[in-house]
């Protein structure tokens, strides 16, 4: 139980389920009802078919390309801790206002439910790294991967309800809230980080 919390813990820190609603508002400000529930629910279902490729598929990559894991783990961190920097000072979530703001104004970016909403605001790097690091921590049995992709699962759950009621949370909230909210969970995320690095190096570097 311990180890699905952790899991679960680390992506809705990378995910960022409330940051994700002021910014899905703005991608569908011009849309009814019915078209933002269709986006709210296809994005995440997109973002888990992701995941579970790159849960079953990702380590193959890195063998492909002579990437051992202690390498991946130490680079993972080091990307897990620049997303926690953005979250703590507000980057990352004016980051994804661009990401928003440029997909409305290209004429391929029509079905907002791929991108830029399932790629790459919730399977981003940070998602995709989370994945590889889990499985290769607790994916060596089918209950392992079980763990990680039910942990994956229900943040996605939890980021399409979110989703749904966005206006009714941005009315709730607020941004201030919502800003409070992605600033704690950074510094949440910078600690994962810095104990992956220390993880990678140890991997590499045994403790005498």
């Known amino acids: 139980m311990d180890d699905f919390v952790s899991a679960l813990v680390i992506f809705l820190v990378v995910t960022d389920p409330v940051g994700l609603v002021p910014v899905f508002l703005g991608l569908t400000r011009d849309f009814d009802s019915r078209r933002k529930r269709m986006i709210a629910l296809r994005g995440p279902a997109i973002s888990f078919a992701i995941i579970v490729f790159f849960a079953y598929f990702g380590k193959m990559v890195l063998e492909a390309l002579s990437i051992g894991m202690p390498a991946f783990r130490i680079s993972g961190g080091a990307l897990l801790f620049w997303i926690a920097f953005e979250m703590l000072f507000q980057a990352r979530g004016e980051r994804k206002e661009r990401t928003a703001t440029a997909a409305r104004t290209d004429e391929e970016a029509h079905d907002l439910a791929v991108f830029p909403l399932a790629i790459p605001l919730i399977a981003g790097p940070g998602a995709i790294t989370s994945t590889l690091l889990l499985m290769d921590r607790y994916g060596g049995s089918a209950g392992g991967q079980a763990l990680v992709l ?20 941005n009315r709730i909230l607020g941004r201030t809230v919502i800003h409070t909210v992605t600033r704690v969970l950074g510094i949440v995320l910078a600690a994962l980080a810095a104990q992956t690095i220390i993880s990678g190096i140890t991997a590499v570097y045994p403790p005498q």
Request: charged fraction near 5%; avoid cysteine.
């Open 150 to 169: 039910g942990a994956a699962a229900l943040t996605l759950v939890l980021i399409a309800v979110s989703l749904l009621v966005a206006d009714v949370m």
